[in-house]
């Protein structure tokens, strides 16, 4: 298969809004594709790379890029055994070693595909957002259940290694697919709640009400004496994060999967700043020096496995007992997320009650029935919060103005187009900036520029920001409809990826009366 088959699949995708048409076109690529180049195809169109990070950033894409072949000759094969050797190229002289790869590879590839991929390579072809798409386009192209590609993806935490599956077992290879320990799992998201009442009102009375932490999440694999420790991007931060080691593998099991969130607490027990945490998670997931002296507590909500007893499937009612019986015989600080189950509505008010003057953000609804499902789907999980937040894509920055006069201010707000395609514009702000946000602003978003302006810059989809907010207002100046009311910043979330954003859904569920 060429390279160029691939390209055109991908502007085909860019080119209609309509989710089946997208799921259409990369349906016709992957039943295309050989079985040995089905993962790279499939990874490819879903923005990714199967080799992770390859070392290219894009100092060395910037560089002047080659004239271009006059016609196709790359193969889907060749360019992934480049992206391989690219990866492998480490130790003394690796920068120059890896741009003179690179440069074989732009040199014979034709003007759209050195487009294709210096966004790949720059990681701004889609940042993971078609991912359900994806999925979809899997089962239609391997004639197989979407539910059962959905499952399987969630288990293998990989889509390229589930359309591998999918492509040359269908859905047998994809049914026997399953939980391993040591190997992440997908996590299961909450979707936002506009309240308590509204929650409890959805769900009935049949639910757990758990402290909403301002931390991290984590996913624990415990196999004998060796723990591993993801975050909820699934990316390994084992060797940064050894006392949340110690406390797994004091547990009286052998083998487990755990599901909670992590954060530093001061020592009156109250959280301490986000950037706290976060500082503990260095981008390689090994230990980060000072930050060390910032110890981390660990809060778990839920087990996937014990002892080989697989439970995503299980209601979330049984998992909870398994989880506290293991947790019951640690007694050292509380391992065990705190909240109520089948509380009344004025427990459950409590609950938040408390969780607020601790410090935390809100509380987490869950359906006591519900299974283990990766994702946002359905709304079995409902994040309550007493301010509207939102985590958002930041589009473009413009320099200030004033006392900000030189510093990169307002920003662009984008959230995530859920047929997979660019985030839409919803907002601008600047309020909710210190000077020190506005000098990391001015540092760090060069890094991440698409295009220079008079103005400012328009940056590739990969900052994800929390504001808060206090609505959403119909707009017909932004494409998605609607506006941010208000918005604020909050923080920045270096743990979320674009992919994660809030959908313009989302936004569009904080209109008034809507």
Request: hydrophobic letters at 45%.
């Amino acid at each position: 298969m060429l390279l160029a088959d691939v390209v055109a699949a991908s502007a085909a995708v860019a080119a209609t809004r309509a989710r089946t048409a997208k799921a259409a076109a990369i349906a016709g690529a992957l039943r295309a594709a050989a079985p040995a180049e089905v993962r790279p195809v499939a990874a490819w169109l879903a923005g990714e790379l199967p080799q992770g990070r390859v070392g290219v950033g894009w100092r060395t894409l910037s560089r002047a890029v080659p004239p271009p072949a006059d016609a196709p000759s790359l193969t889907v094969a060749a360019v992934d055994a480049a992206l391989t050797a690219l990866a492998g190229t480490t130790g003394s002289g690796a920068t120059a070693r890896r741009a003179a790869l690179l440069g074989e590879v732009l040199s014979a590839a034709t003007a759209d595909e050195q487009r294709f991929l210096t966004r790949l390579l720059g990681g701004e072809l889609r940042q993971g957002a078609l991912e359900g798409v994806l999925l979809d386009a899997v089962a239609a192209a391997a004639e197989v259940p979407p539910a059962v590609v959905r499952r399987a993806a969630m288990l293998t935490g990989r889509l390229d290694e589930t359309a591998a599956t999918a492509l040359s077992g269908g859905e047998e290879a994809l049914a026997a697919v399953g939980l391993r320990v040591g190997r992440p799992v997908r996590p299961m998201l909450a979707s936002p709640g506009s309240s308590l009442d509204a929650a409890l009102g959805d769900l009935g009375s049949e639910v757990t009400v758990e402290h909403k932490l301002d931390g991290a999440r984590i996913q624990v694999h415990r196999d004998g004496d060796d723990v591993r420790v993801w975050t909820r991007t699934l990316r390994e931060v084992t060797g940064g994060v050894p006392e949340l080691v110690e406390r797994v593998r004091a547990l009286p099991c052998r083998t487990a999967v755990l599901d909670g969130e992590t954060l530093a607490l001061d020592d009156d027990g109250r959280p301490r700043a986000f950037q706290d945490t976060m500082s503990r998670f260095g981008s390689d997931g090994t230990d980060p020096g000072d930050a060390a002296a910032v110890l981390l507590s660990p809060f778990f909500f839920d087990v996937l496995h014990l002892d080989g007893r697989d439970l995503l499937d299980e209601p979330l009612a049984t998992r909870l007992a398994v989880l506290d019986g293991l947790l019951a015989a640690d007694d050292a600080a509380p391992l065990r997320m705190p909240g109520a189950r089948r509380p009344t509505a004025e427990e459950a008010a409590a609950v938040l009650d408390d969780a607020l003057s601790a410090g935390h953000e809100g509380v987490v609804v869950k359906a006591l029935d519900a299974p283990y499902a990766a994702g946002r789907r359905g709304r079995a999980w409902q994040k309550v919060k007493p301010v509207h937040t939102l985590d958002l894509v930041v589009l473009g920055v413009e320099w200030g103005y004033g006392r900000r006069t030189g510093k990169l201010s307002n920003i662009h707000l984008g959230a995530r187009d859920p047929d997979g395609g660019e985030p839409l514009m919803v907002g601008k702000t600047f309020k909710g900036m210190t000077d020190e946000l506005l000098d990391w602003q001015t540092a760090t978003f060069p890094a991440h520029a698409r295009t220079e302006h008079d103005w400012g810059l328009e940056l590739r989809p990969e900052v994800v920001v929390e504001v808060a907010l206090d609505g959403a207002q119909r707009s017909t100046r932004y494409p998605g409809g609607v506006a941010l009311r208000f918005a604020r910043v909050l923080r920045y979330r270096p743990d979320r990826t674009a992919a994660d954003a809030d959908t313009v859904d989302a936004v569009r569920a904080l209109l008034a009366g809507g």
